[in-house]
């Protein structure tokens, strides 16, 4: 058991450092008491209970896991006014004229212009992972 505790303890840590205790911190917790609770009906021989628990633990783990996939790009795209799937190029052209209104020489705010920025660098990511996984597709 204390075992199990300082491998909990070093996974939080873990988890902490990267920055993705706290966003998941609902789906992590109950996916992890699904799975103690599934794993002590199992050592106890009800088996069908645990089987049950298991597989509700499973899907507490998948269905918080469906909002994190975007990672964002829905609120960059709103931002600068283009869709998530959008190509570079149309990224770059809608960040440029967003940037004409929020940069702070031209009476926008740092804060806006930071905002947009972000928002252009996550979007053109995204980008170039799927023209390169066009690329890796048609190989």
């Not at 469906?66 to 149309?90: H, K």
């Amino acid at each position: 058991m204390g075992l199990a505790l300082i491998a909990v303890g070093l996974l939080a840590w873990w988890l902490h450092r990267q920055g993705l205790l706290i966003p998941n911190i609902i789906r992590l917790g109950g996916a992890a008491a699904a799975g103690l609770l599934a794993f002590r009906l199992l050592t106890t021989g009800r088996v069908l209970a645990g089987g049950a628990v298991a597989a509700i633990g499973i899907g507490w783990w998948l269905w918080h896991a469906r909002d994190r996939r975007d990672d964002g790009l829905a609120d960059a795209a709103r931002l600068l006014n283009v869709a998530t799937d959008a190509p570079s190029e149309a990224v770059w052209q809608a960040w440029r004229q967003a940037m004409t209104r929020a940069h702070p020489d031209a009476g926008g705010s740092e804060a806006e212009a930071k905002a947009l920025t972000a928002a252009r660098d996550l979007l053109i990511a995204a980008a170039e992972k799927r023209r390169e996984a066009d690329g890796a597709g048609g190989l």
